[in-house]
């Protein structure tokens, strides 16, 4: 039949998707002690079968990638950085699946070793919405991944979270990271009049003094203010810290504006 998979590449397919079953079964629903046993001795199991069938003659077929990383197990993912020859490069729609189903004390060692962080900050943030299985991630990922690119519409996401203190310390670790990225992300939201992202990368550390281009008039208002350390302090006062800001919400974060930005 068109488009079906080899027999070698079917069978590890299966065998991966047992093993991310199972890995959901006891990372993720923590099931009674005697389900937890049975699902650990099917790791047992299946691992070694599906260790033997990733060789260097499928191993660098992309989709047979994907198929590896989808197991969410750290023997599978370390095989394949092996045989890849340095730490391999997962993919936004990967990071979901690894977060949704893994170990997160295996996935922080896949990271140290066997995978890059790299695209991880959006799905991160989108599973802290969903729990705290991953916090201890949150530094990694600001560090490593740059949240500046990867969504058109950043404060939605951000807010979502929930999670106002850990959100504002990775933002504060991204802008430290990545300065001139943010400077350039918090000049395209003053030409957008993006007020909330203007006053969060404000809060977060980003200097408005250096933001390039011509901003829309309200972004304008808000730069002169933040520009010298009397106005800096004032809208500090007005919107509250990072943390505060993340809390109260897009809405309540506008509000806290309007002087600045209706001042003639």
């Known amino acids: 039949m068109p488009g079906r998979l080899h027999p070698h590449v079917e ?12 890995s959901r079964i006891i990372h993720v629903e923590r099931p009674r002690p005697h389900v937890a046993a049975a699902a650990r001795a099917s790791v047992e199991a299946i691992e070694p079968l599906a260790l033997a069938l990733i060789d260097e003659e499928f191993a660098h077929v992309p989709r047979v990638a994907e198929i590896i990383v989808s197991s969410c197990s750290p023997l599978l993912v370390e095989k394949l950085s092996e045989i890849h020859g340095n730490p391999l490069l997962i993919k936004v729609s990967e990071w979901r699946t690894l977060l949704a189903n893994s170990d997160p004390k295996a996935l922080e060692r896949m990271i140290d070793g066997t995978v890059k962080a790299d695209n991880l900050a959006c799905p991160l943030l989108d599973r802290l919405s969903v729990d705290d299985t991953h916090l201890g991630l949150v530094p990694v990922a600001a560090k490593s991944d740059g ?21 504002a310390s990775f933002l504060r670790v991204q802008v430290e990271a990545f300065p001139e990225d943010y400077l350039r992300a918090a000049s395209r939201a ?8 203007l006053a969060l990368l404000f809060l977060a550390g980003v ?24 106005g800096a302090l ?5 919107i ?8 109260d919400g897009q809405s309540a974060l506008c509000h806290a504006l309007g002087p600045v930005v209706l001042a003639a």
């Not at 003053?190 to 992202?197: H, P, S, T, V």
């Open 11 to 22: 069978l590890l397919r299966a065998q991966c998707t047992a093993l991310r079953e199972v």
């Open 240 to 247: 509250g810290s990072l943390e505060k800001a993340l809390d």
């Open 234 to 238: 004032e809208l500090r006062a007005m």
């Open 147 to 167: 949240f500046f690119n990867m969504t058109p519409d950043p404060v939605p996401i951000l807010i979502d979270v929930r999670r106002p203190n850990e959100v």
């Open 207 to 230: 200097d408005l003094g250096r933001v390039e281009g011509r901003p829309d008039p309200d972004c304008a208002r808000i730069i002169a203010k933040a520009s010298s350390n009397h």
């Open 190 to 197: 003053a030409r957008d009049g993006d007020i909330a992202w």
